[in-house]
């Protein structure tokens, strides 16, 4: 009968659990669907490692069973520069071109290098998920430490809900740390076996409140040596299993004890089943597939980090470009107007020239002097910036002391990628943005902690059974006493053969016959009467979730206007480029047409200056538009997440941070010879100021 009711009551709360996971079957097939927008293309290859180590597995050997209590030591960071960099250190100077920098970028930028150490990271977090614990999270922002060229990028809300970048699902709140719902919900059983001894020794020598049980004895000695062993391991199913065998071996001068030595021992063999909490692989995996989901996302994000300083190298190096121009048109405009400034001087001595434009030109030369030092002035800073960039270790005066001289220039031509139609290029941003990359499977996470949460409602019913098994034996005490009156205190002892005698190897026998048999089975059954934790994690899961969905499909918005803002911006730049360029031709024959008019007395020595400003501004916005463009033009392939595949650069070589031949970018033209260089970076004196005559 008491059967009866145990399975009478297990089938009701199995049906009540029945009907919540239909309902929660039409909830979840709603939950299911999110914006409509092609699916990304994923990183690959995936579960690429820096090193040959793989932290995602343990260190289990049957060779060597004692690894696992090893340490893991990781390599030596690496604080050197790479072999590229010194080989292109020659007399002083260093010929870079855009595909070096990159390549050295990705070779010895500290902010890829930290970013590599979250790829190892993730895998430790794979390792702990297979043995049944939480995850620790793994940090999946952009790093962005280098100076200098700043960019931008999206925050791809990886953690749950949208709100923060982490795929740990921490993010910051108005009143500090905000926790997510991510990993709520039952816990895995501890899948990782262990084993359990406990081995003690115990001499007790008991003082006896009555005779009556000792055999008149005041005291009695008892020697209790004690051999405890147990297993334990959980499964993915949700069922657990524990192994006991304990042994005790007592000697006692106590002559009521047919033993002494008395061995005793025991087994037991339990095997626990969740049937409603924590029951299936599917609860119970689910922090595997989240940690494998969170390694992908890892591997986004490093594509991300790649993108990211590619773009900041660029704008760097086209900085450089700039500086370095700007250097060579400010030391023209300084030649010529100390040219200018010795003419004067001539005319001034000779009476055919007006002091006052003898000190207005000495004017012009001490302003172009000035700017030349500031022009010099920048880039040597702007040298510097780019060392930083594509070098770890700065301290090699070589190095530091080396003039970088930037060999590239941007050609304005329009590139393939501007003629295609712009609802193309946000497909193919739709498809290689690792922003959006990380958002679905974020969302697949959330998922995951759906369904642990939804699991979490649910009452915990757990069946049980065991069999185990004792035997006793051991030698007949000498003490032992066969007075039949227990009313006096005469010990009696009992002939040999009274107890029969069995040895440890009889009692094992007798353990493992089934001649002593304790096996069993069960239920528990705990059923909350108000479940207000679990229903309050199980609707803000809800919440997150619908959050996230809106988060993703704002970055499809996001990523829409990047790319139409782009291609509109590349084609503005390349006409600002052309309008720039036509005035620094027209500024230039003006100076020159009113030099040659100066030389014929048409003109005076003011409409120069006036001429050689004019030139020097022109000059200057051509130089900021060509900028202009050359960074628009990186921030497009960026923002297309398609600069891997158009430089040629290899993401595993990226990863492992040895790139074996260097990237090369499209629309790139050396720079012409005509251009000349920059002769010192020590600006020579002007013509001193003579009071005039």
């Known amino acids: 009968m008491k059967r009866l009711h145990v399975w009478a009551l297990a089938t009701i709360v199995l049906a009540a659990g029945n009907a919540g996971n239909a309902q929660s079957a039409k909830q979840d097939k709603a939950l299911s669907e999110l914006p409509l927008a092609p699916a990304p293309v994923y990183t690959e290859p995936l579960f690429v490692r820096p090193t040959l180590h793989n932290y995602s597995k343990g260190r289990f050997s049957i060779k060597n069973p004692l690894a696992i209590y090893e340490q893991q030591v990781a390599d030596q960071a690496s604080f050197v520069n790479s072999p590229r960099l010194e080989n292109l250190v020659s007399d002083g100077k260093i010929n870079l071109s855009l595909n070096d920098a990159i390549a050295l970028a990705l070779e010895n930028n500290y902010d890829i290098a930290i970013a590599r150490y979250n790829l190892d990271i993730a895998d430790t977090d794979i390792l702990r998920a297979k043995a049944g614990a939480t995850l620790r999270g793994v940090s999946t922002g952009v790093v962005a430490n280098t100076l200098g060229g700043s960019t931008s990028t999206l925050t791809s809300g990886g953690g749950p809900g949208g709100t923060t970048t982490g795929s740990g699902g921490a993010g910051t709140g108005s009143s500090g740390l905000v926790l997510s719902t991510n990993g709520a919900g039952p816990l895995p059983e501890n899948m990782d076996p262990y084993l359990t001894g406990t081995v003690s020794f115990e001499r007790a020598y008991i003082p006896q409140g009555t005779p009556l049980f000792s055999g008149g004895k005041t005291n009695l000695d008892t020697n209790t040596n004690t051999y405890n062993f147990g297993y334990n391991q959980g499964f993915l199913t949700g069922t657990s299993a524990a192994v006991a065998y304990n042994n005790t071996r007592v000697t006692t001068d106590n002559p009521f004890n047919s033993y002494s030595p008395q061995l005793n021992s025991s087994f037991k063999v339990q095997l626990t089943q969740h049937l409603l909490q924590g029951f299936g692989t599917g609860v119970n995996g689910r922090f595997i597939v989240e940690a494998i989901n969170d390694r992908r996302i890892t591997d986004s994000s490093f594509r991300q980090q790649i993108l990211y300083t590619v773009n900041q190298v660029e704008n760097i190096y086209w900085a450089v470009v700039s500086a370095y121009q700007d ?245 503005n730049d390349r006409a600002q480029v052309q309008a720039a360029q036509a005035a620094r031709n027209y500024a230039q024959q003006s100076l020159d047409s009113e030099n040659k008019k100066l030389n014929l007395g048409a003109s005076t020595s003011a409409n120069v200056l006036q001429q050689q400003r004019n030139l020097a501004s022109a000059e200057n916005s051509f130089l900021n538009a060509q900028a202009t463009y050359a960074k628009d033009r990186a921030a497009f392939f960026q923002t297309t997440a398609s600069t891997l595949e158009e430089y040629g650069i290899n993401f595993g070589e990226a990863v492992s941070g040895n790139v074996t031949a260097a990237p090369v970018v499209p629309g790139l033209h050396a720079a012409p010879v005509s251009e000349g260089t920059p002769q010192s970076t020590t600006v020579p004196a002007s013509i001193p100021a003579q009071p005039a005559k």
């Open 327 to 571: 250097v060579l048109a400010k030391q023209d405009a300084f030649r010529q107007s100390s040219k200018l400034t010795a003419d004067n001087r001539k005319q001034l001595e000779i009476g055919t020239l007006a002091p006052l434009d003898v000190v207005n030109s000495d004017s012009v030369v001490a302003t172009d002097q000035q700017n030349l030092i500031a022009s010099q002035s920048n880039l040597e800073y702007q040298q510097i910036v780019l060392k930083q960039a594509i070098a770890r270790n700065l301290t090699d005066p070589a190095l530091i002391a080396a003039e970088v001289i930037p060999t590239d220039r941007i050609n304005v031509e329009e590139t393939t990628e501007e003629t295609q139609p712009v609802e193309d290029l946000v497909q193919k941003a739709f498809r290689l943005r690792p922003e959006i990359e990380q958002a679905v499977l974020s969302i697949e996470n959330d998922k995951l902690t759906l369904k642990g949460v939804k699991n979490g409602l649910l009452p915990t019913l757990d069946v049980y059974a065991f069999y185990g098994s004792s035997g006793l034996g051991g030698t007949q005490s000498p003490w032992l006493n066969c007075n039949p009156d227990f009313t006096s205190h005469v010990v009696i002892p009992c002939p040999a053969g009274t107890a029969a005698n069995h040895g440890y190897g009889d009692v094992v026998t007798n353990l493992f016959n089934n001649s002593n048999p304790d096996k069993g089975v069960g239920f528990n059954l705990n059923v909350p009467l108000r479940n207000r934790v679990a229903v309050a994690d199980q609707a803000r899961s809800q919440l997150e979730y619908r959050q996230a969905q809106m988060r993703l499909e704002q970055i499809y918005t996001q990523v829409r206007m990047q790319v139409i803002n782009s291609e509109l911006a590349l084609k």
